[in-house]
Nanobody, 120 residues
Framework: QVQLVESGGGLVQAGDSLRLSCVASGSIHSISTMGWYRQAPGKQREFGAKILSGGSTDYVDSVKGRLTISGDNAKNTMLLQMNSLKPEDTAAYYC??????????????WGQGTEVIVSS
């Protein structure tokens, strides 16, 4: 089994920064993609950002220029640096990963979520 554990959420003021981390553990051969979705109160979960194993990244338009995703393939770790936070960034942030197991099977686990609350 592969597990993802997030950390780094919290309560901050508008304009502050936070850094979220996501660590994958378990029987992993490789991870091709890691990323973040977020779910604001009363809204559907939406894509936030992702990074591929080669280093290319993708972001939802609303976070471009403020959030930066990075990864360490050797440590199966992903970071999300969040700067200039806005109240509309308030959400539960969930990390996911597309992992290849030693058996050759592909598995996409999700983390348990970490809360980010941005006060105005």
């Amino acid at each position: 089994q592969v597990q993802l554990v997030e950390s780094g959420g919290g309560l901050v003021q508008a304009g502050d920064s936070l850094r979220l981390s996501c660590v994958a553990s378990g029987s992993i051969h490789s991870i091709s993609t890691m990323g973040w979705y977020r779910q604001a109160p009363g809204k559907q979960r939406e894509f936030g950002a992702k990074i591929l194993s080669g280093g290319s990244t993708d972001y939802v338009d609303s976070v471009k220029g403020r959030l930066t995703i990075s990864g360490d393939n050797a440590k199966n770790t992903m970071l999300l640096q969040m700067n200039s936070l806005k109240p509309e960034d308030t959400a539960a942030y969930y990390c996911y990963g597309t992992a290849m197991l030693p058996t050759g099977r592909t598995y996409t686990p999700w983390g348990q979520g970490t809360e980010v609350i941005v006060s105005s």
